[in-house]
């Protein structure tokens, strides 16, 4: 589509007119959103495919810039950034970062008085429900399996698809597997997020499918789609990064699909975060 013909024009320097196919109230929520961040043209001709790739290799308009990062290790810095437009109410003159994959381990760095903040899941956070550092935090986030549905792949039929969202039982991965206060995700929205205006009610409440959980259904779905693809059987590669809770998040979908859907077989491969971007890129999953 020609750029003229997208709705989207700069006015001057520092504003951006979008024009909206329909009403929407929850757009100036989306453009806090780093997916519609401005990108600097200079760093992008600059680095070229590059860009982005370690600390070196980026443009800073915020109160901090990041230092020694190179795309791959465990631990930097986020220094003071002196040409912040407002550097007075820059209060910290650094910020050191950890990357912690295990959650036991983050705890132990908390309690060592080594990290500020550690989030916690699976046993770590089952075992401190009353301790006094233990703090609940709300976030409108959803979390989701992605499929690849590619012509001759196992979830191009849409029949596969449905069969795998039911027979996940989604409350015992919530409870059981994550057990950090999360809650068992029905659509693509969080609940409490946005509502309805014509009807006031919770969006996510409002668009709940029907059945979330249906084994037996999950089966018969199963089966047809494996007919209808003329298939015997579904080996499916599930690709995830080498922090322990979404190993375990892979291991409980494994564990779900494979004893309770017949000629159905689950490979997991943890990788480093970079692999499963490289992966999901060229669809090999």
Known sequence: MPVDKLGVKALNDHTLQVDLEYPMLYFNRMMIMPTFF??????????????GTDSSKMYYDGPFKADGWTGSNMSWSLDRNKKYYDPKSIHLKQIKMQVVKDANTAHQLFQQGNLEDAQITGTTAQGMQNDKNLKHLHRAGVYYLQLTMRKNRVFSNAKMREALNLVLDKKQLARKVLADGSTPADTFVAPTFAKDQSTGVDFAKEMKPEETHNIAKAQK?????????????????????DQTINKNIAQFVQSQVETKLKHTNVEIHAVSTKNVQDNVMWGEF
């Open 38 to 51: 401005p990108q600097s043209r200079a760093a992008l001709k600059k680095f070229g495919n590059k860009y």
């Open 221 to 241: 779905l199963r089966d047809e789609g494996l007919k209808e693809e003329d298939r015997k059987k579904a080996d499916l590669t599930y690709y995830t990064d």
